[in-house]
């Protein structure tokens, strides 16, 4: 009948830059979509170079690099008899673009550029790429001879185009252009395009997946047709993760998904359709178009059929119930694949984490334990590439992990660096810790080294500083307390250098941070302490997502040792014990809750609220716990220390992106690190709306 098309969309492990590791990548993808029958092949956005490029798509090299690749892409004899839609970086008259390239059979059928950038968050494709804003315009693209080599063709269509097969029309929208309020995918599909394309970049956040999958559903309720999707997945050399998520959508069900986390490089999903349940849908849905002024998609005729002409046993895909992990299991799996990436990219030999038997660094090894799981799942389930970089990682040719335990530990080091104001509740519960997950674990103890500091510092100045307890001031209290941490991070890093080499063993480890969001937000932390690692996979997740993560992982991995983590209270230990117990808490230090550090980090960038608004809202968000004085006075208190402490993030280690309300200073949350920390003005306003709302609640005599 030929009315049944088989489409082929995918999630790729891109690399930036990596040339050679995405074209190959990119080949298999391509094979086992032509291995299922597909007819059109979907890749993620600028799949070839890579999408975290940043700076480096403003070099001649990677434009030059990318059309390298697509040559050796148009001569593979994988990649004929399949409509294949690759992302690279394009210039055309001196204009640089984010496009897709679609070909056939050795020929460019068109290119197509991005018309709607991402220029917001984490995203900042206006620095290096150009809108193409002219609707429905297409103009000659002439190739670099390297193409024309191959190809034959001297100039190819260029613009805003959709692809014309001899049994349906294809449409193409890039990433953003789904979440635009102005998605390409309406007109097109009043204009009769049946099938929408959308090739993604698009990151990892907490409780964001149900975000995209709804678009992909109402962009084809709204209009009826195909949607395929295809996504980046791991980390490509930058904070973010991206995570896959490929799916097929038709009339508004999804009815093919891909995974959101997995250690597969390469993952294709496949999914047989009837474009006759396109037509029949929109024969009810969609009117005739009524526009005076509309402007018909430029089509580009390809001799080509994505169905045949015997399909009437072919069985079409049905609609499936997307399954959405939970936040703690976003947690567990996220953080853990972008872990592996950068650990098997980075060349070094494992992980170091200083492990104080608190919820934050307690969290990171368990993380570290999750990916030791996945990596041992994808071993079972036959992925060689895996394999292969555990045994690079673990210097054996011969290895293969029997158990997580095993695994972890093989790369995973953890040490408590005790001091003179360490509990020993805190050393049990990191040992305890490390010997469920079996972690190589240390004890170091520190008080030598600080002692050794505080003394060249005496020698010189003639005063020995006291902590408060000891009748010290706030300024020696404080800088008694950062030493300590700041000694754990210079400890940090020799072990991390030098611990394998102690054991006769190659390599080095990778330091590991243990900051969360909240702490980064108000900078409750030492400056260049144990905060200053290497990378960072709790950097962007709230207290509190983590002590439910903590209650998860007790059930899903057995950990015991964890209830007794949960149940102390958050504690730095750098002040002198009280009868050998923790006088010192996070929460008495900074004022407030996590759960109220979580809302005002929300308030501030999720809703951007100066200190004025945010009062005006939380005097009604917390009007049954808190007065309206009280609510000013943790709203001061907050941008207090977040103002002072701004200059901490310009140096804050690396960190998973998880979070919307992310204080991170490269490039999602950009602020200036010199503030007027007393907010006069400000603050002013906040104390003046007090005093009304008291005079308006005093009883008239």
Not at 176 to 189: C, K, T, V, Y
Request: proline share 4%.
């Amino acid at each position: 009948m030929g009315r049944k098309v088989n489409v082929a969309t995918c999630s790729l492990n891109q690399w930036s830059l990596d040339f050679e590791g995405n074209l190959e990548r990119i080949l298999k993808s391509i094979e086992i979509a032509k291995g299922h029958g597909a007819k059109y092949r979907l890749g993620p956005e600028l799949e070839i170079c890579g999408y975290g490029c940043a700076d480096h798509f403003y070099e001649s090299d990677t434009l030059l690099h990318s059309f390298e690749v697509l040559r050796k892409l148009l001569e593979s004899p994988v990649s004929q008899d399949i409509i294949c839609d690759v992302g690279m970086p394009i210039m055309h008259h001196n204009v640089r673009y984010n496009c897709r390239v679609l070909f056939l059979n050795r020929k460019i059928l068109l290119i197509r550029p991005k018309m709607l950038m991402a220029n917001h968050g984490n995203y900042r494709e206006m620095r290096w790429f150009s809108p193409w804003n002219q609707l429905r315009k297409v103009e000659e693209y002439f190739l670099p001879r390297m193409i024309q080599e191959v190809t034959g063709q001297d100039t190819v269509p260029f613009g805003d185009c959709v692809l014309s097969t001899k049994d349906t029309c294809i449409g193409t929208e890039i990433c953003a252009e789904l979440w635009n309020p102005r998605s390409p995918h309406i007109q097109m599909g009043l204009d009769g395009v049946e099938i929408f394309t959308n090739s993604s970049a698009s990151h990892h956040e907490l409780r964001k997946a149900d975000q995209r999958v709804n678009l992909v559903k109402s962009a084809t309720t709204k209009t009826g047709g195909i949607y395929l999707y295809a996504n980046q997945r791991g980390c490509d050399g930058d904070r973010l993760y991206y995570d896959g998520c490929a799916m097929v959508a038709i009339n508004g069900d999804i009815v093919a998904q891909g995974a959101q986390f997995s250690l597969n490089d390469v993952e294709v999903i496949t999914a047989t359709l009837d474009l006759e349940d396109v037509r029949s849908y929109r024969g009810e849905m969609c009117q005739p178009h009524v526009e005076s002024e509309h402007k018909p998609c430029h089509r580009v005729k390809v001799d080509f059929s994505l169905s045949s002409g015997d399909d009437i046993y072919l069985p079409t895909h049905q609609p499936i119930t997307w399954h959405f992990h939970t936040p703690e299991e976003e947690i567990s799996l996220g953080p853990a694949c972008w872990l592996w990436d950068y650990l098997r990219r980075s060349g070094q030999a494992g992980f170091l984490l200083p492990l104080s038997g608190g919820v934050d660094s307690s969290s990171t090894a368990c993380i570290v334990y999750s990916m030791c799981v996945l990596v041992c799942q994808a071993i079972e389930d036959s992925n060689s590439q895996v394999l292969k970089d555990v045994r690079w990682l673990v210097g054996d040719e011969s290895y293969r992990p029997q158990h997580p335990k095993e695994l972890c530990g093989r790369i995973f080091t953890t040490c408590y660096m005790a001091s003179e104001n360490s509990s020993v509740d805190t050393c049990n519960r990191a040992k305890d810790l490390a010997n469920q997950i079996s972690s190589t674990h240390m004890n170091i103890n520190i008080d030598m080294a600080v002692k050794g500091i505080l003394g060249i510092f005496s020698l010189v100045t003639g005063k020995m500083p006291q902590f408060r307890t000891n009748g010290g001031s706030h300024r020696e209290n404080l800088a008694l307390q950062n030493v300590q941490a700041r000694v754990r991070m210079v400890l940090a890093y020799l072990f991390a250098q030098l611990s394998l080499w102690a054991r006769g063993k190659p390599g080095g480890l990778l330091v590991l941070g243990s900051a969360n969001v909240d702490e980064s937000l108000t900078g409750y932390f030492t400056k260049y302490d144990c905060s200053s690692a290497d990378i960072n996979p709790i950097g962007g997740i709230s207290k509190t997502d983590l002590k439910s993560f903590l209650l998860y992982c007790v059930e899903q991995f057995q950990l015991t040792a964890l209830r007794g983590i949960l149940a102390a209270p958050p504690t730095a230990e750098l002040e002198p014990l009280t009868d050998g117990q923790v006088s010192q808490t996070d929460e008495a230090d900074m004022g407030m809750t996590y759960s109220e550090l979580s809302v005002i980090g929300r308030l501030r960038k999720i809703s951007k609220c100066g200190p004025f608004s945010m009062f005006c809202k939380l005097i009604h968000m917390w009007k049954d716990a808190l007065s309206p004085t009280e609510v000013a006075e943790k709203v001061k208190r907050f941008f207090r220390m977040y103002s002072v402490n701004r200059h901490k993030m310009t140096t804050v280690t690396p960190s998973y992106h998880a979070e919307s309300y992310s204080p991170d200073d490269n490039r999602f949350d950009l602020r200036p690190f010199l503030y007027n920390t007393r907010w006069t003005w400000q603050f002013r306003c906040i104390d003046n709306q007090v005093s009304q709302m008291a005079t308006n609640t005093t009883p008239k005599q």
